[in-house]
């Protein structure tokens, strides 16, 4: 099974920060990964596929990039609404596997 | 729009079987593949197994093959997923999510989730 791993763990940032979560896989993904968004106690949200390219909805402030082994999820400037856990996962074989989380938290 | 609404919490004991619903609506049900996944507390999800819209072709995770039985009913738009064999560490929220399309295991829209706790 593909591995994935994230980092940090968590972050606390104020709003308007600029706020980049990396995403590693134990081998290469090519660029099939996708970024969620989970809110306590609600169902996870895409926000990112193919590791670059937006969901419908999903605001500008919100991008990916990364090819191969190592990925990355920016917020430009966070929102109040983007205190949230975020996920990576990766789409590129069976079994689909997803990141620990990084839990982005009010400083 | 597309929604997917799930069947309600399980209390199950060691040993016995649980069988949730998903029902979906707002689009066609047979052109995109469906997912189940869980996620225990505090942890992230955790892919279980998919079904293909059309052929009911599925694929299973390791840890639980054997156990587990995905299934649809193309005359009322739902899926169901079956774990039998339960053990406490089968206790987690469970949700069907929809393929998103043309990229298969990006899971564009979720069910509202089940709770599924085993306990004696």
């Known amino acids: 099974d593909i591995q994935m791993t994230q980092s940090p763990a968590s972050v606390s940032a104020s709003v308007g920060d600029r706020v980049t979560i990396t995403c590693r896989a134990s081998?290469?993904?090519?660029?099939?990964l996708a970024w969620y968004q989970q809110k306590p106690g609600k169902a996870p949200n895409l926000l990112i596929y193919?590791?670059?390219s937006l969901h419908s909805g999903v605001p500008s402030r919100f991008s990916g990039s990364g090819s191969g082994t190592e990925f990355t999820l920016t917020i430009s400037s966070l929102q109040p609404e983007d205190f949230a856990t975020y996920f990576c996962?990766?789409?590129?074989?069976?079994?689909?596997?997803f990141g620990q989380g990084t839990r982005v938290d009010m400083k | 729009q597309v929604r997917l609404v799930q069947s309600g919490p399980e209390v199950k004991m060691p040993g016995a079987s649980v069988k949730v619903s998903c029902k979906a609506s707002?689009?066609?049900?047979?052109?995109?593949?469906m997912n189940w996944l869980r996620q225990a507390p505090g942890q992230g999800p955790e892919w279980v197994a998919w079904?293909?819209?059309?052929?009911?072709?599925?694929n299973y995770a390791q840890n639980v093959q054997g156990r587990v039985t995905v299934t649809t009913d193309t005359s009322t738009n739902t899926a169901y997923m079956e774990l039998r064999g339960l053990r406490s560490d089968d206790t987690a929220v469970y949700y069907c999510?929809?393929?998103?399309?043309?990229?298969?295991?990006?899971?564009?829209?979720w069910g509202q989730g089940t709770l599924v706790t085993v306990s004696s």
């Open positions: 999510a929809r393929d998103k399309g043309v990229v298969p295991g990006t899971f564009d829209y």
């Open positions: 707002g689009y066609t049900f047979t052109n995109y593949g």
């Open positions: 079904i293909s819209g059309n052929t009911a072709n599925t």
């Open positions: 081998q290469s993904i090519r660029n099939w």
């Open positions: 193919v590791a670059s």
């Open positions: 996962q990766q789409t590129n074989s069976f079994p689909w596997t």
